[in-house]
């Protein structure tokens, strides 16, 4: 069994991690969005393994059904809808729906 103390150093590595993939994500997106799409399908298997949730802030920057990278205007749209009082992310890829409330 591992110790707490270790399992909480390998959780803030994942995090590390993730987070590192997804800014490599959004600079080689340009150029590569095959790439980005793996950096977001290797940073969900980092989080599944380590058992380490994503931030809000990192969460709304990929499809969770289809796992492409998203930029706004490209591959995703963005709206607010005032019934719901949330934010709607479509992606244009699988056509699934993301809400987050205001």
């Known amino acids: ?3 707490p103390q270790t399992k ?3 959780q803030d590595v994942a995090k590390e991690r993730i987070a590192k993939l997804f800014e490599l994500a959004r600079k080689e997106f340009d150029k590569y969005p095959e790439r980005s799409n793996k950096y977001v399908k290797q940073a969900r298997d980092i ?6 949730r994503f931030p809000k802030s990192l969460k709304i920057q990929f499809c969770k059904k289809c796992g492409v990278f998203w930029v706004q205007g490209k591959n995703v749209t963005v709206r607010t809808n005032k019934k719901t ?4 992310y479509e992606c244009k ?3 699934a729906k993301k809400r987050f409330g205001y």
């Open 1 to 3: 069994m591992v110790k």
């Open 8 to 10: 909480n150093k390998m």
């Open 47 to 52: 989080a599944t393994r380590y058992n380490v």
């Open 85 to 88: 009082k949330s934010v709607e």
């Open 93 to 95: 890829e699988c056509k």
